[in-house]
């Protein structure tokens, strides 16, 4: 992660600043030992990759020395080096306690964003569940609330645009199931759904041919040339609305695209 970079880069700023050579191994944590020696042998361990012993070493940092001055630094850079080391949950907690307890840090908004990450790094395919999406979504919302012109804003603002894609492609995915099945009314729940929650999303054309389909097999038809307009009034190129007009015109109806479209895009999206 790019921008973990600076986060990084001070760590071993401090190192230089406090001159003194990281230990080569991992000391038994129950040792007293210097402050020094602690935060500079942890951040010898993250830049080896010893991310789960880099993680423990930041934790005893603030163990041992708790009202230190690194004691705070050695907090988010704990939870970097868990979330690091793919132990998402603790990265969570580690970077949430940071929060709680410095909510005014310079390094508050990296925490934000590494827990929409740590969230992010989970998501799990479209037919499976999307509790994690849904959180890293929060996540991320949160962190453009916050701190919109930080550095983490853009990244965010991408990662919460996937995010929103690919919970509409959950919806499709179940959609298409209950069509499938038959069950029609579930379908259309499940294709609205998607052109009201998630319209700027690349699903929202199929979407509605689908909805075209399943109100066609309902014998609902003026929905489904409701959608049908909608769809060559938006995406007048796509395949989708090709495959829409030629089902309709498979049943004799055919759209007509007139000065009420809007009109009819209203009444879709209620």
Not at 28 to 35: L, M
Not at 63 to 87: E, F, G, I, K, L
Request: proline share 3%; aromatic share 12%.
């Amino acid at each position: 992660m790019k921008r973990a970079a600076r986060v990084l880069a001070r760590a071993a700023m401090v190192v230089v600043v406090l001159g003194l050579a990281a230990c080569g191994s991992d000391p038994d944590p129950y040792v007293e030992r210097s402050v020094e020696e602690i935060y500079n042998n942890a951040v010898d361990l993250l830049q080896n990759g010893n991310y789960e012993d880099a993680a423990r070493e930041f934790d005893e940092v603030e163990r041992q020395h708790p009202y230190s001055q690194w004691a705070t630094r050695a907090q988010v850079m704990a939870a970097y080096s868990y979330y690091q080391n793919r132990d998402y949950d603790e990265a969570i907690f580690a970077a949430d306690r940071f929060i709680q307890l410095h909510p005014s840090h310079e390094d508050v908004a990296y925490a934000y964003y590494l827990i929409g990450q740590s969230y992010y790094e989970r998501i799990s395919d479209v037919k499976r569940d999307q509790r994690m999406t849904e959180l890293a979504q929060e996540a991320f919302r949160e962190v453009l609330r916050l701190f919109p012109d930080s550095e983490y804003g853009r990244d965010a603002k991408l990662k919460l645009e996937l995010t929103g894609d690919h919970l509409a492609g959950k919806q499709m995915d179940i959609g298409r199931w209950y069509q499938g099945r038959e069950e029609y009314v579930a379908a259309i729940n499940r294709f609205h759904s998607v052109i009201i929650l998630y319209q700027t999303t690349s699903h929202v054309p199929e979407a509605l041919l689908r909805l075209v389909e399943s109100y066609l097999s309902l014998g609902v038809v003026r929905e489904a040339q409701n959608a049908a307009a909608v769809l060559g009034y938006n995406f007048p190129g796509s395949t989708w609305y090709e495959d829409a007009y030629s089902l309709l015109g498979e049943h004799n109806l055919i759209p007509q695209l007139s000065e009420d479209n809007d009109l009819i895009v209203g009444e879709l999206e209620g």
